[in-house]
């Protein structure tokens, strides 16, 4: 089950609210009116859009929601309960033979560790398993690079269309320097889509697409583990060295708390 990232709803909050408590802070609740300015929302929003519409297929921009909702999901894996996984389908290999896996993977969530075991249920040879599983993580990493890059282009086209807003602003303010009750209503325009261009790339769509980018890294990752696995399982290895050679994937800090908890356990034995 996919879990809520709080860290991306938190930035997204916590980046607003400082800019509008900057604001109100020096010119009250009077001066962020002021910073409110419709015509100037409508250039950004309406340029961003069409830039993005020019620059992508419809198919693509119908998933930039999903691609969005990706930044706000949590779907991290914890590398031990997958280790355990495979040391449990290991442990039954060896006893029961690799047919007998046909009724375990029923258990197991992720597809891409049904697909392998599966795999090495057919016979099929490690150097395929891992051609076969490998293709399936570049073409994963070529889905994610293009959702990612409607975000990056995005947080390139706000800036962007921000400056042609403050264009736009300066062209009416000095075409009306005889009128002054029209500088200070270009004046805004011609700032503030600076502003909401800037706000856009720097605190939605490049964190995103960063953010976005760092959990297809984790996710290329954990599959390369699955592999490991995968073929370590249909190769016959010992349970024991399987979880050995895939405890080499731990961080030296995951190894070293489990380390600890290992020496406490034993220790509470020892004690009774």
Do not use: C
């Amino acid at each position: 089950m996919k879990k809520l990232d709080i860290l991306t709803p938190i930035g997204l909050v916590v980046g607003v609210v400082m800019v509008i408590f900057g604001i109100v802070y020096n010119g009250g609740l009077s001066g962020f009116l002021s910073f409110i300015d419709p015509a100037s929302m409508l250039i950004v929003l309406g340029g961003l859009i069409a830039g993005l519409l020019v620059s992508f297929p419809l198919k693509d921009i119908k998933h930039l929601i999903t691609v969005l909702r990706q930044s706000f999901s949590d779907n991290e894996k914890s590398l031990r309960d997958l280790i355990n996984t495979f040391v449990r389908l290991s442990d039954r290999a060896r006893r029961e033979g690799l047919l007998a896996l046909e009724t375990e993977i029923e258990s197991v969530d992720d597809s891409f560790i049904r697909k392998g075991i599966l795999l090495a249920v057919d016979g099929i040879e490690p150097d395929v398993i891992n051609d076969i599983m490998s293709a399936e993580i570049a073409a994963m990493e070529e889905r994610h690079r293009k959702g990612r890059g409607i975000l990056e282009k995005a947080g390139e086209y706000a800036p962007a269309w921000g400056m042609i807003g403050t264009l736009i602003g300066l062209v009416l303010m000095l075409k009306n320097l005889n009128d002054p009750s029209t500088l200070g209503p270009n004046m805004a325009i011609a700032l503030l889509t600076t502003l909401y261009g800037s706000l856009l790339a720097n605190l939605v769509f490049i964190p995103m697409a960063a953010k976005l980018a760092l959990k297809t890294e984790k996710e290329v990752f954990i599959k390369q583990i699955i592999i490991e696995g995968v073929i370590g399982v249909q190769s016959g290895q010992n349970p024991k060295i399987l979880e050995e050679k895939l405890s080499a994937f731990l961080s030296t800090k995951e190894r070293q708390q489990e380390l600890e908890v290992t020496k406490d356990g034993e220790a509470l034995e020892d004690g009774v």
